[in-house]
């Protein structure tokens, strides 16, 4: 799957949709692979995907608490099972 990014310009006065740039981003996701899963797991699998559990773990290590993923992802999982 490709994501399509608009950015604006580096000038942001009075700008049209025609000023902005477009940015694609390959990722892993595959449209409709998230389909009869947890919902836990497709959340985990999105921020795996975009890199958002590697932030997550060097929030964890830099200041020694816990991101709360495991967590959220147990709870989406036994309240959106699908």
Do not use: W
Not at 10 to 16: I, K
Not at 40 to 45: I, K, L, Q, S, T
Not at 60 to 72: L, M, Q, V, Y
């Amino acid at each position: 799957m490709v994501l399509l990014i608009e950015l604006p310009h580096q000038d942001e006065s009075s700008m049209q949709k025609s000023e902005y740039r477009q940015i694609r981003v390959k990722t892993k996701l595959q449209a409709g692979a998230s389909f009869g899963r947890p919902l836990g797991d497709v959340v985990a699998d999105f921020t795996a995907a975009t890199g958002l559990d590697q932030l997550a773990a060097c929030y964890t290590r830099s200041t020694g608490k816990p991101c709360g993923c495991e967590a959220r992802h147990a709870f989406l999982n036994k309240v959106f099972p699908f």
